[in-house]
T-cell receptor, first 117, second 115 residues
Framework: AQKVTQAQTEISVVEKEDVTLDCVYETRDTTYYLFWYKQPPSGELVFLIR??????QNEISGRYSWNFQKSTSSFNFTITASQVVDSAVYFCALSATFSGGYQKVTFGTGTKLQVIP | DAMVIQNPRYQVTQFGKPVTLSCSQT?????MYWYQQKSSQAPKLLFHYYDKDFNNEADTPDNFQSRRPNTSFCFLDIRSPGLGDAAMYLC??????????????FGPGTRLTVL
């Protein structure tokens, strides 16, 4: 069974502050993938990043950075110098490939981020 | 641009009146998925198609059915919508591979309101 926990339901920060969104996962698979998605009020899921279980290198993309630690089963997401446009619900997700060759994605419950001007 | 399209973006139906949601894709992916996302909750997989093979999640209610007449289109039919079926419905596609990751591409979703 797969499980993703996002303990932070809602976070409010003032613009230009840094903010970290936490994600803890559980899986018995040795090969799996972790993701972060952004869902703005319009509802569309926007893909942000994918990491596989063998790559623990942290990644930085502009103001976004991700910290993957297998030892603690965590995949945290940090936004540096937050902006109002970052306001959205952010989902952490976990996926493993089933024998049929398709993915089953398990989403966390999401963290609603509000960036206050 | 290749993409996943969902129509309509907003759908209103009456309690008990059958409704169909549509998803089409230009990616030529052989796997298509339907997710239900209720307010303030995570998306939940309802079922998926691998080509014409239908795979239902164990806890998907019988009220939800799906059709995939060809590679490009997939429909979600709700036979007798209840108030609890009001949600965002997300369609996604992926290419089947025997190894590695098959990225899922999501459509914009259809927000269903049940009156």
């Amino acid at each position: 069974a797969q499980k993703v926990t996002q303990a932070q339901t809602e976070i409010s920060v003032v613009e230009k502050e840094d903010v970290t969104l936490d994600c803890v996962y559980e899986t018995r698979d040795t090969t799996y993938y972790l993701f972060w998605y952004k869902q703005p009020p319009s509802g569309e899921l926007v893909f942000l990043i994918r990491r596989n279980s063998f790559d623990e290198q942290n990644e930085i993309s502009g103001r976004y950075s991700w910290n993957f630690q297998k030892s603690t089963s965590s995949f945290n997401f940090t936004i540096t110098a937050s902006q109002v446009v970052d306001s959205a619900v952010y989902f952490c997700a976990l996926s493993a490939t089933f024998s049929g060759g398709y993915q089953k994605v398990t989403f966390g419950t999401g963290t609603k981020l509000q960036v206050i001007p | 641009d290749a993409m996943v399209i969902q129509n309509p973006r907003y759908q209103v139906t009456q309690f008990g009146k059958p409704v169909t949601l549509s998803c089409s894709q230009t990616l030529n992916h052989n796997v298509m998925y339907w997710y239900q996302q209720k307010s303030s909750q995570a998306p939940k997989l309802l079922f998926h198609y691998y080509d014409k093979d239908f795979n239902n999640e164990a806890d998907t209610p019988d009220n939800f059915q799906s059709r995939r007449p060809n590679t490009s289109f997939c429909f979600l039919d709700i036979r007798s919508p209840g108030l609890g079926d009001a949600a965002m419905y997300l369609c996604a596609t992926s290419r089947k591979k025997t190894s590695g990751y098959n990225e899922q591409f999501f459509g914009p979703g259809t927000r269903l309101t049940v009156l």
